[in-house]
């Protein structure tokens, strides 16, 4: 964020602003350049090296300068200067909450009490910028019924830089028939996900160019197919079984990895890629063998790595980062999905390099030693792809697998995701036995993540905020100010009282 709203912001004003970087950028002035390299992005994140002026347009403009402010899209920002001015900005927030946590009771008591929100109950600025009603389509009817009542748009969409979703999007089959009773209407992609062939063959035999819709997250139908069926249909209509969606780079068959396997198969039958993650996401020796064959360099990749053409970088990181995880290896991917022989193969072909990471990752402290033996820089040789396997540990909770690591000459500094350090990563989820682990090895306690976190923040932060169960905070933060790390002015209230009462206590 470069900018701070002004305590009385302008929408017009803004407005005129998008118009002026419009016209800046497609006269290729050089300001205009900078600000847009550096804030749209399909360029922060190198989907694309650059936007033709031609192809840029208002809304790009718009986007540009509401992600100056901190807001990921020209409708968030829209929706706070609109509450700002309203004065709704503190309630606005708590329907928000609401909203997000499915408590359709406190939806119904802020409207309610609160006439004005309802002006602003189709903004489409919750998560994911997306209107209230398409939040509540993941959650229960109670809430959908809540927002209806009160004059929601059931077919309000979101929106998300890359392409809208709508309640259909996403839904399950009960969920989506209450939605279409209410009026919620079918399009290409939801029909191709809920399976509705004949909604999906009027709509495309009335305009045949339907089959490349771009829809949610720049997905096409076939992206969103659930059955064979759906699927012959959609590819004897001419859809490209290679198209990727714009915001993570995936084909159809990469987004069947996630949770279509059997799907996934079909697809590579009528011709499409498989690349070495599905090939072992499948457990198909044969395919993992021909995916080699063509490009022997494959079996040395990790998930999200630069220059994999099969695996490119997203804007919003590949779907694989999602489905099958960060930085994880083809070794990793067969282990994960229970294919030991498939694993074996692979580690047969493996150069020394990549089977002393595997050892280490499987916490095969003898393996690892005799590999270490032979090569006694192996550790020190390794890229920075499979030198930060140590922060993916930290992140999974793998002790053992970090204690090996540690053992055999893995840097206690290097960078993982986030460009966080294993020290970071382990604190996030307030895994104090891997902080304790990491601390012996004198980690710097105040080198920051890509958010300007230093260990101790996070684990502050992520007190509030980690989806993991298993976490110890009070414990880790009590571990980090021991080895002398400064406790942040605003610390208290972290949003978790266990970790507040050891603030205090060391404050005093």
């Known amino acids: 964020m470069t900018k701070t709203l002004p305590s009385r912001p302008n929408l017009e004003y803004e407005k005129k602003q998008a118009k002026a970087l419009l016209r800046a950028y497609q006269a290729h002035d050089a300001a205009a350049l900078e600000r847009v390299y550096a804030f749209h992005p399909r360029l922060q994140n190198g989907a694309d090296k650059s936007i033709p ?4 347009k208002l809304s790009d403009a ?19 200067i609109e509450t700002v001015r309203k004065g709704l900005q503190e ?32 903004d489409p600025v919750i998560g994911f910028d997306s209107p209230a009603v398409v939040i509540a389509a993941g959650h229960n009817r109670e809430m959908v019924d809540a927002l209806l009542d009160h004059g929601a ?12 979703f709508g309640v259909l999007h996403g839904s399950n089959q009960d969920m989506a028939r209450y939605l279409i009773e209410r009026g919620a209407k079918v399009d290409v992609h939801s029909a191709a996900e809920q399976g509705m062939m004949e909604a999906l063959h009027q709509m495309i035999e009335a305009e045949p160019e339907l089959v490349h819709a771009k829809g949610p997250d720049g997905k096409r139908p076939l992206h969103f197919a659930h059955s064979i069926e759906i699927i012959d249909y959609l590819l004897e209509r001419g859809a490209d079984i290679e198209a990727r969606d714009v915001d993570h780079c995936g084909t159809a068959a990469q987004w069947m990895v996630a949770d279509r396997l059997e799907l996934c198969r079909d697809v590579l039958s009528r011709g499409a890629k498989a690349d070495i993650f599905m090939a072992c996401a499948l457990g198909d020796i044969a395919l993992v063998r021909s995916v080699l064959e063509s490009d022997p360099d494959a079996i040395n990749r990790r998930i999200g790595q630069e220059n994999d053409p099969h695996v490119p970088r997203a804007p919003g990181l590949h779907i694989y980062v999602y489905s099958i995880g960060d930085n994880k290896s083809p070794h990793q991917v067969a282990l994960n999905y229970g294919y030991r022989q498939l694993y074996q193969f692979l580690l047969e072909r493996s150069s020394p390099q990549r089977q002393f ?26 890229p920075n792809q499979d030198q930060r396997v140590l922060a993916d540990a930290a992140w999974e909770n793998q002790l053992e697998a970090v204690k090996v690591m540690l053992e055999t000459g893995f840097d206690p500094r290097v960078r993982g995701a986030d460009d966080s350090t294993p020290l970071d990563r382990a604190a996030f989820h307030g895994f104090v036995d891997v902080v304790r682990l990491l601390l012996q090895h004198n980690p710097p306690l105040s080198l920051q993540n890509c958010y300007g976190g230093r260990p101790l923040d996070s ?6 905020h980690s989806w993991r169960w298993d976490g110890d905070f009070p414990a880790t933060v009590e571990a980090l100010i ?13 949003g978790n009282e266990a970790v507040d009462v050891v603030l205090r206590r060391h404050l005093k």
Request: aromatic share 8%; net charge neutral; with cysteine.
């Open 62 to 80: 718009q986007l540009v300068i509401a992600r100056e402010y901190g807001f990921s899209s020209w409708p968030q920002l829209k929706n706070q």
């Open 459 to 464: 684990a502050i932060y992520g007190s509030a």
């Open 482 to 494: 021991a080895a002398g790390s400064d406790i942040p002015a605003n610390a208290i209230p972290s």
């Open 91 to 122: 309630t606005f927030s708590h329907f928000a909450r609401a909203v997000q946590q499915g408590d359709a009771t406190r939806v119904r008591e802020l409207l309610a009490t609160t006439p004005a929100l309802v002006t602003l109950i189709d």
């Open 153 to 164: 748009n059931i077919n309000a969409k979101s929106a998300w830089w890359a392409g809208a």
């Open 53 to 56: 002026p031609d192809r840029f």
């Open 357 to 382: 990471v595997a050892a280490c990752e499987r916490a095969d402290a003898e393996a690892a030693r005799s590999i270490l033996k032979e090569f006694p820089d192996i550790a020190a040789s390794l």
